[in-house]
């Protein structure tokens, strides 16, 4: 069983910056297709980023582009999220994800292929 746990969630305003972190139990960063959902409330888990174990090629939601960046530590098992420009529709819990699969596409945004979640991390964007 794998435990993800995030962190780095916190409340800013418009324009500013965060860094989400996940922490993994195992050693999967090198195995698995990371990625970064996002749940508003009464929705379902949309994705945001991605990160293909082997060649850290990455895919994002077309909202973020430009402004958000996944990348992975493997030596410290860690993913990470840099949120920038962050605007209120930003406001929302996030959760990291593992698919056991070493590539992410094409079908990386859909949470029906995620094996694994964390409990998630709070973003709140003020205007």
């Known amino acids: 069983q794998v435990q993800l746990m995030e962190s780095g969630g916190d409340s800013v305003q418009a324009g500013g910056s965060l860094r989400l972190s996940c922490a993994a139990s195992?050693?999967?960063?090198?195995?698995?297709?990371m990625a970064w959902f996002r749940q508003y409330p009464g929705k379902e888990r949309e994705g945001v980023a991605a990160?293909?174990?082997?060649?850290?090629?990455?895919s994002y939601a077309e909202s973020v582009t430009g402004r958000f960046s996944i990348s992975k530590d493997n030596a410290k098992n860690t993913l990470y999220m840099v949120m920038d420009s962050l605007k209120p529709d930003a406001s929302a819990m996030y959760y990291c994800?593992?698919?056991?699969?070493?590539?992410?596409?094409?079908?990386?945004?859909?949470?029906?292929?995620?094996?694994?979640w964390g409990q998630g991390t709070q973003v709140n964007v003020s205007s």
């Open positions: 994800a593992v698919v056991m699969n070493p590539k992410c596409r094409p079908a990386w945004g859909d949470s029906q292929w995620v094996n694994f």
């Open positions: 195992q050693y999967i960063y090198e195995r698995y297709c």
């Open positions: 990160i293909d174990a082997n060649d850290g090629y990455t």
